[in-house]
């Protein structure tokens, strides 16, 4: 069966939804997702952390590479504090090439989510061969390094082909985070049939747009947060629709010393809140693929086609 990626995500609005709940008496999920990356001093193919000047970009290379270096293991002590599990957006060549930071997750059991191998090699153009070896080379460093294989992938520079759902799951993934377009886990149909699930990642709360680029500061920063899962509960206090949200970083912006007072705040408030599951983007789609998966695709299948309903 051939799967067009507009046949990906079938559209159905979420109050026609068959009902979405998360365990336990949770309403909405929230993952945290830190981005520990690896870019290249001088990377295949050029391009540069930035944008600034072609390789090698010393000024923001060297930005991204004190997220290694010294954020990270600020941020890590904050995680630690407030015991926030975490969905790592790995670049998978860290696994290798810096071995303290791979310790230190995996010592903390955090979940391992690919972000391909640099941040500087984009999936873009890739024949689907080349993207199948991409896949295999994810999944051996991953047993590698970290013994157990990968469940998702945020692609390297949010990239992706016309391939990459069906690669994903020849591969064994389960989840995909690349399609921000929703607020609860959704089916991405591949052409063999084999289940993939979007999950939420987030433009929105995500330290890189807002502070990085955009320059808001950190109290907006938690107001944001705390805005986006306050709305969310009371939405699913109204429909009965179970929600999920996640909070983005990158240690080389929120492991800034500046930044930890924002950190702790986001995070002891996120700990405080009745009917949040803090989860991991594994966990969420364990549970979806279980309980929702199947019913939901049906549904949105039938509100396309109603012949699809007695298929």
């Known amino acids: 069966m051939t799967v067009l990626n507009n046949q990906r995500l079938v559209y159905q609005p979420l109050p026609l939804r068959p009902r979405v709940t998360l365990p336990g008496d949770a309403r909405v999920a929230v993952w945290h997702a830190p981005n520990v990356e690896h870019y290249d001093y001088v990377p295949p193919g050029q391009g540069s952390p930035q944008g600034r000047v072609p390789a090698p970009d010393v000024q923001h290379y060297m930005h991204r590479d004190a997220g290694n270096r010294t954020a990270f293991w600020r941020l890590l002590r904050v995680v630690d504090e407030f015991e926030i599990p975490s969905t790592v957006s790995l670049s998978l060549s860290v696994l290798e090439e810096i071995p303290e930071v791979r310790d230190a997750m995996k010592e903390r059991g955090w979940e391992v989510m690919s972000h391909g191998i640099s941040n500087l090699r984009p999936l873009y153009g890739y024949e689907a061969q080349a993207e199948r070896e991409f896949y295999a080379q994810n999944q051996a460093l991953a047993l590698r390094y970290w013994g157990k294989a990968i469940k998702g992938m945020l692609g390297p520079k949010v990239s992706g082909t016309d ?136 549904s949105a299948l039938a509100s396309q086609d109603p012949t699809a309903a007695r298929a």
């Open 163 to 298: 391939n990459t759902c069906d690669l994903m799951a020849e591969a064994g993934m389960t989840y995909h985070a690349d399609w921000i377009h929703d607020e609860q886990p959704r089916p991405l149909r591949t052409s063999t049939g084999a289940r993939l699930v979007s999950v939420p990642y987030s433009y929105m709360l995500n330290d890189v747009p807002l502070l990085h680029a955009k320059h808001y500061d950190g109290d907006y920063f938690v107001a944001m947060v705390k805005a986006q899962v306050t709305r969310l509960l009371r939405d699913a206090d109204r429909d009965g629709q179970a929600r999920v949200t996640c909070v983005a970083t990158h240690p080389f912006v929120t492991g800034q010393p500046w930044f930890t007072q924002y950190l702790r705040e986001i995070f002891g408030w996120l700990r405080e809140q009745d009917g949040v599951w803090l989860s991991t983007a594994g966990e969420i789609t364990d549970h979806y693929l279980e309980h929702h998966y199947d019913e939901q695709l049906r």
